[in-house]
C-alpha cells in the first residue's frame, strides 16, 4: 500500500485514491524542491546539515498547518451534518491531540472550535 509521506492514511490504486493523491500534493507544500536550489550551493558538511534541518522544521510546520486546515473545516462542516456516525466524536479526539502537540493548534481550540464542536 502506498503512502503520502506527509500523511498517515493509505493511499489505494483505486480512482478514490488517486484524488487523495492529487489532493495530497496540491495540499502539502514540496517544500524539498524548494531547498534543493539552497543545498546545491554549499559544499560543506556543516552548511548542508543546517539546511537539511531547517528543511525538515519547515516541512513539519507545513504537516501541522495543513492538519489543522483539514480539521478546522471539518469542525465548521460539522455543524450542519443532521447524522455524524460518531465522527464528531473522532474529530474532538483529533483535536485533542492537535492540541496538546501544538500552541497554534491550542489557540485555535480556545478561540473557536470548543464552541463549534461543543
Keep these: 500500500m502506498l503512502r503520502c509521506s506527509l500523511c498517515p492514511l493509505p493511499l489505494s490504486t483505486s480512482n478514490q ?3 487523495y493523491q492529487w489532493l495530497c500534493r496540491y495540499s502539502h507544500i514540496a517544500l524539498d524542491k524548494v531547498f534543493l536550489e539552497g543545498m546545491s550551493n554549499f559544499k560543506d558538511y556543516h552548511t548542508a546539515s543546517e ?5 525538515t522544521r ?3 510546520r507545513a504537516a501541522m498547518l495543513s492538519y489543522m486546515a483539514a480539521a478546522s473545516a471539518c469542525a465548521v462542516v460539522s455543524k450542519i451534518l443532521k447524522e455524524n456516525y460518531g ?3 473522532q474529530l474532538k479526539e483529533f483535536w485533542e491531540t ?3 502537540t501544538s500552541l497554534l493548534a491550542n489557540q485555535l481550540w480556545n478561540l473557536y472550535v470548543r ?4
Design 58 to 60: 519547515h516541512m513539519e
Design 115 to 118: 464552541s463549534v464542536l461543543s
Design 17 to 19: 485514491g488517486k484524488e
Design 98 to 100: 492537535l492540541y496538546k
Design 87 to 89: 465522527a464528531v466524536a
Design 51 to 55: 539546511i537539511d534541518r531547517q528543511r
